[in-house]
């Protein structure tokens, strides 16, 4: 399955222009400086090596934390709260943690204990904030310049939601289109409740897939990941994967919150956000390469293997190609296993000998649908949904 190749220096001076100079190392130089903050006290279980303190809200994992093995250790594992998590103290009793199920025929308040007795599934997800790769945008959007490491790859176990809505005689009709989390932190006091609730709704086809969970990884939820239980949509960006969830609606209009409505959509430039534009809901096809990353010094010469990681929304990736010269010529990397769904990412790996240059590494998705990840990402005001491989790239000097 390795694929090898030997590479000429002639064909490593010329890079896509495009690519090299969108692959700037400015941006990654804002680690630097974040790095020293400590972990906050929530997520001060963190494997503080691993990951970039941007703030006590906004915990990243560093590219070279990533391994090669699919799953990402919670302990490694990205960190975004809009608010501050409730108290620790809501994991005394995990079992007593309430979520109100409305907009189904039969509305009832059920406690986690009791969702644990209406089904069970498993599913591998890829968690990505939808700012992820916003450090790469030249305008320096407002918020966290996250490069790659505000995603992972985790598996859930909890309940089906469509098991829960079955059992309480089904959606209520067909003017609820939408499927409405609601998080449970305890709000500040003085401020409208829409300016700060974490609310967000998907279309309800997202229901299918969706889970109320409560494990990640094997371990009972953590708070910092939404412990006691959580949304999750799978396929969907981070945002609609509600923490500390304490109701999940059947809605017929989206959250009047302005995180739905004003925050997550796609303005123009220089625009203001507004509810008409687009909402980060399914994710792109995207890669990266995390070996050999941006920290990775001076490499030596010869037998070098290059992985990384490649997902999409809803559909699996079917190709990976790697190329070493910013873009030009193309390599099809091999997938690595195991498989765990079309939810999950795939670690792919290219083996080659690589003489002494200076290299620009990029990968470029497909998924099943056909989509191919882009070399350049959609400009948006507020750096969401980059899936720009020329952004991703990594300078690499061998010697
Ligand atoms: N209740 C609640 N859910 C939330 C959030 C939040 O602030 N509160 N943040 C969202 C965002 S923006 C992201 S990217 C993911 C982050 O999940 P993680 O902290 O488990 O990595 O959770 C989402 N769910
Ligand atoms: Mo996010």
Redesign the pocket.
Known sequence: MTSRLSLHRRHLLAGSASALAAAGLGTWSSHAAAQAKPLPSYAAWKDANSVIVHSSSTIETRRSAFGTSVITPADQ???????PAPPASVLDNRDAWQVSIEGVRNPRTLTLGELKTMGLETVATV????GNGRGFFPHKPSGTPWTVG?A?CVVWSGVPVRSVVEALGGVAGDTLVYMTGT???VLPEGVPVDSVL?ERSVPLKAMGDALLAWEMNGAPLSL???GPVRLVVPGY???N?????KRLAFTPTESTAKIMQHGYRMSPLGGKADPTQASVLEMNVKSWINSPHPESGTLKAGQMQIHGVAFSGTTPVTKVEVSVDGGKTWHAAHFVGPDLGRFAWRQFALHVKIPAGNYVMVSRATDAAGNVQPEHRLENQSGYSNNSWADHGVKVTVA
Request: net charge positive; glycine share 18%.
């Open positions: 594992l990205y960190v975004r709260n809009n608010l968690l990505q904030c939808s505000a992972g998080g449970g932190e974490v910092a990941h939404g960006n981070g945002v994967n509600i923490k500390y969830v």
